[in-house]
């Protein structure tokens, strides 16, 4: 009997700590229920500490039932557990839930039949949306339950902003049809938004009124903030950027608000009827990126409540600021006012759902993006009514010049020779500007030149600062021998006859006491290591000077192989100690060129070779081959190198201006654009061969005389 309580004593806190969620009442699910909202059978736990494992979670006292339809969880720090039980009665084994809301950070879903919960899916907007069970805009998992059987659903919630978790559950046709009505929904508005994007960009392009150009900036703007918040931004636009999707809503509010801002100041001429208002905008922009610095480096639910504040705040400034200028007479601000009202009123409703104050249901769900269709459809008829504002100044500006030309026809005739000296001079403008076009030609190509200059200066600095450093060195030795020397000259020099003998003794004693014999040697070598120096840097200006000479405008005969050699001489620094270079350079003409350009075609492409082979990761030898010959009337010039290689695809656009593979502020994409240019000035053609992992060789060929390519052309 002992034994027997004992056990009874030991497993019945067991069994009643375990069996505490089957006592969750179940949801039944039918086949005839096609979609149930469950947000109030569900029972919540609040986990400040985010100490609690799943398991503990599911079998926990201290769970509460949810009184509202769909859990408002506010904001907070705090992970959640929302636990609820499904008995399936239905024909199906499968089980459809969502979590329609796209704004919520972590979102891990459980099932179990005992107290062992299983995951099913560790999802939500900060992680990536490869992490999704089903590829959808809202969170959607197919649980598997079988006919007859109970299962217990357990979800982990956590968010930094307004956490509202509804959870449906839903058929298999009922989620499809869910499915296409949400994408009819977002589709109708996305095509909605752009389709006045294009009617307006199509106005400015007619009209030129900047202000068309900033409400298209606008609509694009709203309608990827209205699909961020339908969850389609994440799932096609940054996917695979948690980090970002996290912060998208309120970054694309605050761009979207300051937007709206800059639009209202030119569209109802703010400037003109309350022009302290933009100044007080542009304070609103601070406080609005002040909140979203907050939240995005400080404390996050702090900044996200400031900038719902502050958001709120600054739609209703913007709603003041219209509805003033309406007052003052400018009928285009009527537009604004009404459109502006409206889309606060869906923005209302859509924040009164988040707090709980109305229902959560499609109307309310969708009404910030059906308010934001109605505001751009508005502000479209109230720029259209501007047309015709602007139309009447006109006309009325019209019929005031005319009625002043009829007046004035005799000063008109006298102000002839004036307006021809104008229209002289604005002929003149046109030249200087077709000439200052191109001007700024040529110093594309001369600026692409000096960037590839620019990323050699701190090796040639280095090389011309060793012999400098060497030669500064031997001059204080090289002083102090001469000073001893020209010291015991002098001695010799003042000997006195009578008594020769004594000073040569003392003479000799000081030349041996300074060493002038071994002074006398050393001068020899430091004025070599000098005459070393110097010449070192000599080769090395004149390098830099043959190479960045600015010559472009007349034809030379020059040496080829020498601007391989000076070009590898300023790429030295790059080169020495990682790469071997082999040079097999045959023996070629005088070649007619542009000597300047040539040199800055050679730059280009072996500075690429360079950049190409040291990218390698591999233990492979570095090695870049040159090699020069004559093939007839030409002579070719082929650069080889083992380094990464491009894809085809980088083939076929890397003489495209603009285009590079490299990182943003480290490539220009001028460099092999200008280098197809100066081969095509040069009436030469060039050829690449690449393949990923093997490396690159480019063929240049050049006409040994331009001239004769010239006349045959003519």
Known sequence: MRWAKAIILLFVPLFAFGSAPHRIPAITFTDSVRLINVGRSVWILEDRGWELTPEQALVHSDHRSGPDKVPNLGISSSQFWLRFAITNTSSEDIVILQVPNPEIDRLDVYTAKDTVPELICATGQGRATSTRAIHDAVYTFALNIPTGSTRIVLLNVSSNKQLRVPIVLNSGPGYIIDH???????GGCFGIFLVMALYNLFVYFSIRDRNYLFYVIYILLVSVTQVNFMGYAQLYFWPDSPGFAVLSSQILTVITAIAAGEFMHGFIRTNIYIPRFKRASRLFYLILLGALSINIFGQV?????LLQIAVGLFAIFLATGAFMVWRRGFTPARYFSIAWILFLSGITVYIMKDIGLLPYNWITKYMMPMGSVAEVVLL???LADKINVLRREKENSQAAALLMSQE?????????????????????????????????????VNAEKMASLGQLTAGIAHEINNPINFITSNIQPLRRNITEILDVMEGYRSLDVKDAEVQLKALKEREDQLGIADSIEELDDIIGSISEGSSRTAEIVRGLR?????????????DINEGIRNTLSLLSPQLRDHIKVELKLGTLPPVECFPGKVNQVLMNILTNAVQATLARTDKAELAIRVETLVTGEHIQVRI???????????????????????????????????VYGIIQDHHGHIEVESTVGVGTEFKITLPIHQRQQLKQRA
């Not at 639910?301 to 409540?305: A, D, Q, V």
């Not at 490299?662 to 460099?671: A, C, D, N």
């Open 180 to 186: 296409d009505l949400r994408g009819l929904i977002a």
């Open 301 to 305: 639910l702090l900044g996200y409540e």
């Open 380 to 382: 479209s008829f109230g």
């Open 408 to 444: 004035n026809e005799r000063i008109i005739r006298d102000q002839n020779a004036m307006l021809e000296k104008k229209v002289t001079q604005r002929t003149h403008d046109l030249q200087e500007s077709n000439e200052h076009l191109k001007r700024t030609q040529t110093q594309l």
């Open 546 to 558: 043959n190479f960045s000479r600015l010559d472009e405008d007349d034809l030379k005969e020059a």
């Open 640 to 674: 080889k190198d083992n380094g990464i290689g491009m894809s085809g695809e980088v083939q076929s656009r890397m003489f495209d201006p603009f285009f590079t593979t490299k990182p943003v502020g480290e490539g220009t994409g001028l460099g092999l654009a200008i």
